[in-house]
Nanobody, 124 residues
């Protein structure tokens, strides 16, 4: 089971990025997928989740209305579209997966598999 996160980079405030989380060794549509981020000196925090069952989505309050999570089962990939980016969105972003039923979609301990991070820097 491997997850590969990509798509990070440097963007100006107000700009957009799309992160990708590609899976290998398993079929993503049977897994809940979460996006997390960790800024320097801070705890890893949940950003968004898409469920495996009905495709329900969840967002942290700080990103609601700006970020959109989606999955493409044909490509075995989950995306995080990030719009109206702010400097406080700067962090390393990670994707994670679990095939268990989860109660708290934005809590990192719910997830079993993690990809390496991709750095997002929002700065002018």
């Amino acid at each position: 089971v491997q997850l590969q996160a990509s798509g990070g980079g440097l963007v100006q405030p107000g700009g957009s990025l799309r992160l990708s989380c590609a899976a290998s060794g398993f079929t993503l549509d049977y897994y809940a997928i979460g996006w997390f981020r960790q800024a320097p000196g801070k705890e890893r925090e949940g950003v968004s989740c898409i469920s495996s069952s009905d495709g329900s989505t969840y967002y942290a309050d700080s990103v609601k209305g700006r970020f959109t999570i989606s999955r493409d089962n044909a490509k075995n990939t989950v995306y995080l579209q990030m719009n109206s980016l702010k400097p406080e969105d700067t962090a390393v972003y990670y994707c994670a997966a679990t095939d268990r039923s989860i109660l708290f979609p934005l809590i990192k301990y719910e997830y079993d598999y993690w990809g390496q991070g991709t750095l997002v820097t929002v700065s002018s």
